[in-house]
């Protein structure tokens, strides 16, 4: 079968999916897009002799003959650049986050409605070897029925700040709020439990030095305690604590299954620890396995552990029409994000619980369809929302300065490169 041809937009993180479509068998990269010079530049010279277009503006780059696009761009703008592609006739692997609006919402989900288009969403964290296991564990029913999860995203992103916002005050990783970059920590467990959040209740941290001295507007993490449909609880915590933690937890009528935690130096999200019984009741006094879970194609090679592969080899492969491929739908998308969105929505009315709209139905669509309210001036009209819930901090223009200093003595001393990165961000 002819390899699916694929358009990035973004050339930064969007290096990760291009070096995936340069290695791959089932996949070929055929344009990229990126409106600062210097990083068309970059990929200009490790492209050499291949045939890759470049770009400037997704209006040119949009009408390149191709497959599927990937929006690697800005993670509050993704939706608008998700619905023209598919009404152009492409699919779309879309990076965190989906949307920023209940209005974007509704429109992304009618877009995949009437195009027919695939929508997969980039939630890489799903694809890790343990959640992923997890997941497998989960449908053979290995845990019992779902009663409570952690997900934990922590990264504390002060150090590489200047590489990740170059200093521009309305970038979106300083004016986001606490609990929007949701989905790495919601999401695994979506995943694996496969049902809907119903309602959540947020909290946030207050802002402090260290968010406050790069520039970042948000509080410092952002928590979110969702109920599903089946009454279980999820616990999910994100944000730039001081010390990182990848980490997710899942337990059922009949057990528990976690995986390692990073700095315990077991293996991490490779490792998976499965604490259970046959039946509930049985009480065994101790039956623990733990080990690392492969899978085929097994690639571990890409960023994330691994995790970077999974998630374009799946979303190419569905395209290809391979019935094994396990993509992450636009609902199951909106399942991850709604539950941040509606917990700062929680935050701002001090911490009541917020039902999560089941965009699944029509008729809920409509009471959602002009409510803009988000952080981003750009597209929330008179429903301009606080960075946090004290209010936006008035940071001064001087932060900014001094992050963008950082940052082009960086690019000078070449500490910037453009190739897919094992951690990530
Ligand atoms: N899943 C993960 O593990 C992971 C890791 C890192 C970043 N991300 C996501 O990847 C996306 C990109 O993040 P990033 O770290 O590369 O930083 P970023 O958001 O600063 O970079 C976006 C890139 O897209 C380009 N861009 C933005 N708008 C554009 C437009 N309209 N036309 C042309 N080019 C445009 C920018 O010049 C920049 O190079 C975000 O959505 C982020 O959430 C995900």
Redesign the pocket.
Known sequence: MKKVRIGV??????TTMIEYCKKADNAEVVAI????PE?LEAHRQKSEGMNIALYD??DDFIQHDMDAVVL????N??APFAIKAMKLGKHVFS???PVQTMKEAVELIEAVEETGKIYAY?E?YCYMAAPYEMKRLYAEGKIGEFEYGEGEYIHNCEPIWPK?TYGERN??RNTMYSTFYCTHSIGPIIHITGLRPVSVTGFESTMNERMLRVGGQKGQFGIEMITLENGGIIKSIHGDLYRDSVWYCVYGSKGRMECAREDAEAGHTHQIYVNCDEFSGQYREKHIESYRPVREPDDRDFG?GGSDFYSMYNFVEKIRGNGQADIIDVYEAMDMFLPGMFAYRSILKGGIPMEIPNLRERAVREQWRDDTACTDPKVAGDMLLPTCASGTPDIDDGVYEVVKEKWEKMKVDGKIHFVASKA??
């Not at 690697?72 to 993670?75: E, F, I, L």
């Open positions: 937009l973004g050339g930064h993180r969007g897009c990126d409106k600062l990083t503006n997704f690697a761009n800005y993670a703008e993704h990076e965190v986050l980039g890489n990740i970038h979106w994330h990530g961000v």
